[in-house]
């Protein structure tokens, strides 16, 4: 399709950012079939254009939407799918699918990693649906999702290895909020996303234990420096600008702001919560969680030094105290 043209949008998820992404689509005048499995949700999305669990002050024009829990009917007709669920719950939202996707565009909106697999998205999407890589693509960038659903300026990226698919995909989210700048580092990109989730649960937990801004400064200088050690020696590539949006914007909003969830879910660590009360907590998925494990086992595989991810890991996967693991953490940064 020319990128122009009016697209036809499928969105899997109903969370708050798949909410926000189908404000964004229909303030743009796309139709959006959406994927709603929570009946509840979906009930209200027919009848009051508002999603009753996430952002529910936020209107939804009815015309522009079709909710439904059939993702075969969802995806069938469809030009562009954009997957905007936890990482956690794919496989889940996946598994009733029958119809093919290897002639669509396949967004990845998912800032997080497939449990127990260890593949991103776009890997994952590539390896088990068949969809060439030139038909993928990430969106991506500083984005919270209750800003975006009030149309607050926000600077995303668009990755993709195709340009065209870069250009539809850009032209189908841009407006006068919605700013889209275009990369060729797919994975990159999506590694950057992933990796922001576990150093704001680095900082969460700083926060939780007390330390001030002065502190907290050097310790999300050191994970911009662990994060660019990593992509540049696990996804290399030979122009990259870790201070762009995509990677350095990124991981400051995901670190220094309250609607974060993944410095939520660290603060509650910071402040002596057990991981399993601080997860049950939660009303939203920290994908951080999931994101510490597979972080850790690439780094090790490539004796890459990740002191601060490995002290997550540690936290999380291994009883050690927050409060213990960041003394030792503060002897070493520097």
């Not at 909710?67 to 069938?76: H, Q």
């Not at 002639?103 to 088990?128: C, F, N, Q, W």
Request: proline residues 3%; contains cysteine.
């Amino acid at each position: 399709m020319e990128s122009n043209q009016r697209a036809k949008c499928a969105v899997l998820g109903y969370g708050s950012w798949a909410t926000a992404i189908v404000k964004t689509l229909t303030y743009n005048r796309h139709h959006v079939e959406w994927l709603v499995l929570n009946d509840d949700i979906r009930q209200s999305l027919e009848c009051r254009g508002r999603n009753s669990k996430y952002l529910p002050w936020c209107d939804i024009p009815r015309e522009y939407t079709t909710p439904s829990n059939d993702i075969n009917s969802v995806v069938r007709d469809a030009d562009i799918v954009i997957l905007a669920m936890p990482s956690a719950f794919m496989k889940k939202f996946l598994e009733p699918l029958t119809e093919s996707l290897n002639d669509k565009i396949v967004v990845s909106a998912v800032k997080g990693i497939i449990p127990g697999d260890y593949l991103t998205i776009i890997e994952h999407m590539h390896r088990y649906y068949d969809v060439p890589m030139s038909n993928l693509c990430v969106v991506t960038g500083p984005s919270h999702a209750e800003e975006v659903a009030q149309g607050r300026l926000s600077y995303l990226t668009v990755a993709a290895e195709d340009e065209h698919t870069a250009e539809v995909v850009r032209s189908l989210l841009s407006n006068d909020y919605f700013r889209c700048a275009l990369s060729h580092d797919v994975l990159g990109v999506e590694a950057a996303a992933i990796m922001k989730n576990v150093y704001a649960l680095a900082v969460g937990m700083a926060v939780g234990l007390g330390h001030g801004d002065n502190f907290l400064a050097v310790l999300i200088a050191g994970c911009a420096s662990e994060m660019n050690r990593f992509l540049g020696e696990a996804v290399p590539i030979s122009h990259r600008d870790i201070n762009a949006a995509a990677y350095m914007g990124d991981l400051l909003v995901t670190c220094y702001s309250p609607l974060s969830r993944n410095r939520r879910l660290g603060t509650l660590l910071g402040k002596g919560c057990t991981v399993k009360s601080a997860l049950n907590e939660m009303t939203m998925i920290a994908e951080g969680y999931y994101a510490a494990e597979c972080i850790r086992r690439s780094s090790m595989r490539r004796n890459i030094d990740m002191p601060i991810a490995d002290m997550v890991w540690e936290v999380l996967y291994n009883n050690a105290s927050a409060r213990d693991s960041m003394r030792a953490l503060t002897k070493i940064l520097k």
